[in-house]
């Protein structure tokens, strides 16, 4: 089935460096949207990338779609201890708008 | 904040319970979904409604039970669970825009059964 990889699994920075994380997907997508989960609490929907190559800018995050569609990568420049948290892609399976698949999630930890 | 609001926030419960989880969004999604969240795992999709209709289950066991009594609000009856099913229950809304939809989540009901 349709599957949602992200490495790293988990990482660790000093406040102040930069941070990826790489999603790929094992099928194409029409769309991949990215969340935020602070510990002990919910996901928060951060941003939709939808064109091949597209690049979105938030701030000190980088979201980029690739060429195929099929991975996407997140990076935040100069991490602060704000940015703690799990970072989960999502996209829809299949043709339908309503299932998306999370993928496994990169957490985040910013040592001050 | 969160607009999709959920009760109770903890709930603890024995096997042979009857308990309810309850959601509320006043934001005229069309769409609210029910989710199930281990620890350090991703969400996991369980329900969904579309126009108060229940358009994807996705295998769940009988022993959970959803209801949509109106385009606001979003249950989900809960009865004989197993220990196992402990996790934090996410209930979520969302809009399309054409492009895919936006999941709103709100904080989370987080069960235990004992």
């Known amino acids: 089935g349709q599957q949602v990889m992200q490495i790293p699994q988990y990482q660790h920075v000093q406040e102040g460096e930069d941070f990826t994380t790489y999603c790929n997907s094992s099928?194409?997508?029409?769309?991949i949207q990215w969340y935020k989960q602070r510990p002990g609490g919910h996901p928060v929907f951060l941003i939709q990338l939808v064109k091949s190559g597209e690049v979105k800018k938030q701030k000190r995050l980088t979201f980029q779609f690739g060429e195929a569609k099929k991975n996407s990568s997140l990076h935040i420049t100069a991490t602060q201890t704000t940015d703690v948290g799990t970072y989960f892609c999502?996209?829809?399976?299949?043709?339908?708008?309503?299932?998306?698949?999370f993928g496994t999630g990169t957490r985040l930890k910013v040592l001050a | 904040d969160t607009e999709v609001t959920q009760t109770p926030k903890h709930l603890v419960m024995g096997m042979t319970n009857k308990k309810s989880l309850k959601c509320e969004q006043h934001?005229?999604?069309?769409?609210m979904y029910w989710y199930k969240q281990k620890a350090k795992k991703p969400p996991e999709l369980m329900f969904v409604?579309?126009?108060?209709?229940?358009?994807i289950n996705e295998s769940v066991p009988s022993r959970f039970s959803p209801e949509c009594p109106n385009s606001s609000l979003l249950n989900l009856h809960l009865h004989a669970l197993q220990p196992e099913d402990s996790a934090l229950y996410l209930c979520?809304?969302?809009?399309?825009?054409?492009?895919?939809?936006?999941?709103?989540f709100g904080e989370g009901s987080w069960l235990t059964v004992v």
């Open positions: 409604y579309s126009y108060e209709k229940l358009s």
């Open positions: 934001m005229g999604h069309r769409a």
């Open positions: 979520a809304s969302s809009f399309s825009s054409g492009e895919g939809n936006t999941i709103y």
């Open positions: 099928t194409t997508l029409s769309n």
């Open positions: 999502a996209g829809p399976r299949g043709s339908g708008t309503y299932k998306y698949i």
